[in-house]
Each structure stands twice: as C-alpha cells, then as structure tokens.
C-alpha cells in the first residue's frame, strides 16, 4: 500500500512552453500532497504544499504563477511549469501525506519526474 | 547554518558491516523524525517513522532518537550491495506538517 505514481517520469520541452507534471495517490486518498524539487546531489527542496479543494501555499522564493499547483481531487495534484527556462531543469518529485490515525501522518513520495527545458 | 546536518559521505563499508547514519538539528520543535532511502534517479522511500525520543526497530533497520542532543541515527545490520543508496533524513515539527530535509548521506555497501 501507500503507492504515489507520477506523470510523466521524464519530460523534454522547449524553453517558453508549459510541462503539467501528474501526482496520483494509487492506494489512498491524501488531503495534503506536497511538491519539491531536487538539484543532482543535493536535497529535497519543498516548493509547496497542496492541500484538496483549496489554494497551495508556497515556500519561499517559490513563483506561484511560475508554478502552478492544482489539486483537484484527494488522489491527484498537477504541477504546471508555466514558460519553462533551462534553469528550470530539474528532478520534481511529489509527495501524498497518509493519515495513519497512530503516531502521526507518513509521507509517501513518488518516483520523480525528470525535466529538462532546451 | 542549516536547520538539519547530515555528512553527505560517502561511506564506504564491506557487504555484511554495520552501517551509522546520524543526523543533527537545531530546532527543538521537531517532534517526527523519518528515514529515507533514494535510488538515483528515484524517489526517496520511507525506511523508518518515529515520534519524539527513543528507538524503534524493523528489520535490519534500527532508528534513534536523542531529542535532548538532537541528534538522530539510522542503524542497518548485516548491509548488503542493495543497501547502496543516498539516505536522507527528514523531520517535521507536527504530524503531516512539511518536512526539513538533511543534505543526504551516499551509502556503498562493496560486496
């Protein structure tokens, strides 16, 4: 159980276009799924935080009509790249929060999804 | 500095030693503390999940908490060649609240 997929795995577009990224719980509804994005050898950085039914709330720094979040449904959120730039290439992964009802809420992620913007 | 320090390595062990993870932290209201494990060009997988201080155990895998110290450690008995992974740590200050990643340590388990 606790399976998050991710839509596409690997994306290559030109730069001034717009990428939609999918998150989907598989096995489980998530109220809350968040976005980060990941540098080759570094960290996860979080992007924002989606919650089911309303608004994203962004970190810091992070553009949110750059990036577009959209969580439409308790096992899907989007993450739209809008006029994508080379810096913009990046591993994004998502994550989906599951409410196991014991010690606390576990963080499930996906596979990631590669971009990379010519 | 950051808020969560981890030795990125690598560390490099012989197939069937102990492999020590730790890491340390500044902000006291961390309450959550997880392990992950990444595959390159994976997303990371969850390992282990504790609350708050002590030790929890599952599998070869064994996680300690020291929330007076607040330094945090990730034991795996008997490693194996699979084993050979980033290891992240990760803790939140609530339940289900985002998560303050370390920089992530390169594990190689050499057969």
């Known amino acids: 159980g606790a399976v998050v997929s991710q839509h596409p795995s690997r994306v290559i577009c030109k730069s001034g276009t717009s990428v939609k990224i999918e998150c989907r719980s598989l096995d489980f509804q998530a109220t809350t799924m968040f976005w980060y994005r990941q540098f080759p050898k570094q960290s996860l950085m979080l992007m924002a935080t989606?919650?089911?039914?309303?608004?994203?709330?962004?970190e810091q720094g992070v553009e949110k009509d750059k990036f577009l979040i959209n969580h439409a449904s308790l096992t899907l959120s989007t993450l739209t790249v809008t006029s994508a730039h080379p810096e913009d290439s990046s591993f994004y992964i998502c994550?989906?929060?599951?409410?196991?009802?014991?010690?606390?809420?576990?963080?499930?992620f996906g596979p990631g999804t590669r971009l990379t913007v010519t | 500095q950051k808020e969560v320090e981890q030795d990125p390595g690598p560390l490099s062990v012989p197939e069937g030693a102990i492999v020590s993870l730790n890491c340390t932290y500044s902000?006291?209201?961390?309450?959550?503390f997880m392990w992950y494990r990444q595959y390159s060009r994976k997303g990371p997988e969850l390992l282990m999940y504790?609350?708050?201080?002590g030790n929890k155990e599952d599998g070869r895998f064994t996680a300690q908490v020291d929330k007076s110290s607040k330094y945090i450690s990730l034991f795996i008995r008997d490693s194996q060649p699979s084993d050979s992974a980033t290891y992240l740590c990760a803790m939140s200050v609530a339940a289900g609240n985002k998560l303050t990643f370390g920089g992530g340590t390169r594990v190689l388990v050499k057969p």
């Open positions: 504790t609350y708050s201080s």
């Open positions: 902000n006291s209201a961390f309450q959550y």
């Open positions: 994550s989906a929060r599951l409410t196991s009802g014991g010690a606390g809420d576990e963080q499930y």
């Open positions: 989606s919650n089911e039914g309303s608004k994203a709330t962004y």
